[in-house]
C-alpha cells in the first residue's frame, strides 16, 4: 500500500480557505479543518463578551456559547485576508443584539498565527 504524503498548506492557502469558510458564516468548519489541539483564543483585556481559552474543544466551547446568546443578527462582514508571514489578519463587523448586552457592533481585527498549516492563535481587537 503507498502511502501518499499530505502536503502542508502555506498561510495564504490557509487564509483563502479561511475566507471562502468566513463568507459563509461557517466558523465552527474553520475551526474543525484548521485549528490546531493547543489552539489560544484571546480576546481584549476589557472584553466584556468573551475571554481566554485554550484548546481545540474549550475554544469551539466559547464560540459556541457566544452564538447561543445572538438573539438577532443585523449585519456580520468578514473582510478578505492580509497575509505577512505566517499571521493573516481579517477585519470583522458584526451588529448583532445578544444576551444580555442588547444591540451591540463590534469592529474588530482578527488575527491568526498559522504553524504547519493549523491555526495556533487567535487574537481579536476591539
Given at each position: 500500500m503507498i502511502r501518499e504524503e ?34 489560544r483564543s484571546v480576546e481584549p ?29 443585523h449585519k456580520m462582514y468578514t ?48
Amino acid at each position: 500500500m503507498i502511502r501518499e504524503e499530505k502536503r502542508t498548506l502555506s498561510t495564504q492557502e490557509v487564509a483563502d480557505r479561511f475566507h471562502e469558510l468566513a463568507q459563509q458564516e461557517k466558523w465552527f468548519e474553520i475551526q474543525d479543518e484548521f485549528f490546531a489541539a493547543d489552539v489560544r483564543s484571546v480576546e481584549p483585556e476589557h472584553s466584556v463578551y468573551l475571554g481566554y481559552a485554550e484548546g481545540k474543544t474549550p475554544v469551539r466551547n466559547k464560540g459556541m456559547e457566544f452564538v447561543q446568546r445572538i438573539r438577532d443578527v443585523h449585519k456580520m462582514y468578514t473582510s478578505a485576508p492580509i497575509v505577512s508571514g505566517n499571521h493573516f489578519v481579517v477585519g470583522r463587523t458584526m451588529d448583532i443584539t445578544v444576551q444580555p448586552h442588547g444591540r451591540i457592533r463590534i469592529e474588530e481585527l482578527m488575527v491568526y498565527e498559522v504553524k504547519d498549516g493549523k491555526i495556533v492563535l487567535e487574537q481579536f481587537f476591539y
